[in-house]
């Protein structure tokens, strides 16, 4: 399993602090949050890794994907 870049870790932060990211304008947002934390293009790209995954417009973490935000990853 590859390393995720910044810009994923960033975004897998915040799905691991607020539970799940929400869809808007074709970018990622916290809940209530006003600036995008990550694209959907991104997204896509951690759900094809295993680190994310799809419900209804929501994206949440997996538990691959809490080892990845952690940087817990074997190398």
Request: charge should be positive; aromatic fraction near 6%.
């Amino acid at each position: 399993m590859k390393n995720p870049s910044p810009g994923m870790r960033r975004a897998l932060r915040q799905a691991q602090l607020y539970g799940h990211l929400l869809v808007r304008n074709d970018r990622l947002y916290y809940p209530g949050g006003n600036h995008p934390i990550c694209s959907i293009q991104l997204a896509r790209e951690m759900v094809r890794s295993g680190w994310m995954t799809k419900h209804d417009g929501e994206y949440e973490i997996t538990p691959d994907g809490q080892l990845a935000a952690e940087g817990e990853l074997s190398r």
